[in-house]
């Protein structure tokens, strides 16, 4: 049984899938898996995390590019057309397999390349409330590894997945962060409560184009609190010159930590960090609030919100429709944290099937497994 996992987007998308690859090979010994990514710095970012495993063995391999892409790629970021190559060049060499697992849906275009004969299996990325991670599309995937069960509802509900053909509780990203956990260095020289800023890349839904430059001078001028400033990776992955402008600006600030794009920005090192999470429409809200902790959301496009389930999250802490006077709320999203407690843990629930700090990669590993054996 051959298995492949490509990772032809941006990086954070890793760890969502990496971990189950690795368990897959060291719990299956007849599965022969192969780890395969479009930029060396992808690779070695994977090869780096599958040191975590180390009774694992996967091949490594480069996804075939033509030269002149690779280099646009590794020094302007990801687009939609670079995918789309990734999965054109590199066609046949998909063939070979009998399942792909990926975390992203653009590989579902395979089967339009004339890529029939393995098993699409999707393990998502993230655990928000948001449409797109319920798209119409997620039909055309053979299998479909999730959380928990408001995602299993919503997907279910409209007619997405089918039993059996799917399997819930698995996050796999969490066993990668609890095993990389020892390695966390202390992030400010002092004891100040941390918020983080987390906004998202979608120009539609991010609070960053309207507020974001007044978050990071409000913090700036200030000396009560912290500042993570950890954007969705994709926000500045193709402005990387305006990345290095925010740096120089805010980066001299003892309490302002700004991270467009690092590796600590997606393996949690911040969601684990903070105090306070200030963001809108980022699934890593979810992650956050494995540890309750106060919240504050910035409805930058005033959208109306009040039982829309794609903004559910908004009802764990207060929502703001302007940051003209963002210390107070900070302040007082501190002080009602208790309010939203309940809200908080019921939401992780329903999002996370989970028990403890139990590995979940084992069980989507086996699964897949299980799967493809039963498909061939």
Not at 62 to 87: I, M
Not at 277 to 288: K, M, N, P, R, V
Request: hydrophobic residues 40%; glycine residues 6%; proline residues 5%.
């Amino acid at each position: 049984m051959r298995v492949l996992f490509p990772y032809i987007a941006q990086p954070h998308q890793t760890l969502h899938s990496l971990p189950i690859a690795m368990e897959m090979a060291s719990r299956h010994p007849d599965a022969e898996v192969h780890v395969a990514c479009t930029t060396q710095e992808h690779l070695d970012y994977a090869r780096s995390l599958a040191s975590y495993y180390p009774e694992s063995k996967a091949s490594f391999e480069l996804l075939h590019l033509p030269s002149l892409l690779r280099e646009r790629v590794e020094r302007h970021g990801h687009t939609v057309f670079s995918r789309l190559a990734s999965l054109f060049f590199n066609k046949k060499y998909f063939s070979t397999f009998q399942g792909i697992v990926v975390p992203e849906r653009t590989s579902l275009y395979l089967r339009k390349l004339g890529v029939r004969k393995p098993r699409l299996i999707w393990t998502r990325h993230g655990a928000g409330d948001r449409a797109i991670g319920f798209a119409r599309d997620v039909k055309n995937f053979d299998y479909v590894l999730m959380a928990g069960r408001k995602v299993e509802q919503r997907l279910l509900a409209q007619g997405a997945i089918r039993p059996g053909c799917y399997h819930t509780g698995v996050y796999a990203k969490f066993d990668m962060v609890h095993r990389m956990r020892d390695t966390r260095a202390r992030l400010f020289n002092n004891n100040r409560p941390t918020i983080l800023y987390n906004p998202h890349f979608n120009t539609r839904l991010s609070s960053w184009p309207k507020m974001g430059l007044n978050v990071l001078s409000h913090f700036a001028n200030q000396d009560r609190y912290n500042l993570i400033f950890a954007p969705h990776y994709r926000l500045f992955d193709n402005k990387r010159s305006e990345a290095k402008q925010l740096e120089r600006a805010f980066g001299s600030n003892s309490h302002m930590l700004i991270d467009t794009g690092s590796t600590r920005s997606i393996d949690m090192t911040y969601t684990s960090a903070a105090d306070l999470y200030l963001g809108d429409t980022s699934s890593q809200i979810a992650e956050f609030l494995v540890k309750p902790r106060a919240c504050l959301f910035l409805n930058a496009h005033n959208v109306t919100w009040e039982g829309d389930e794609n903004y559910r999250f908004w009802t764990l802490g207060p929502v703001l429709n302007t940051v003209d006077y963002l210390g107070e709320a900070v302040d007082d999203a501190f002080c009602s944290h208790g309010a939203f407690v309940n809200l908080q843990k019921d939401y992780i629930r329903d999002t996370f099937d989970l028990s403890g700090d139990e590995p979940t990669a084992p069980v989507g590993a086996d699964a897949i497994v299980d799967f493809l054996r039963m498909a061939s």
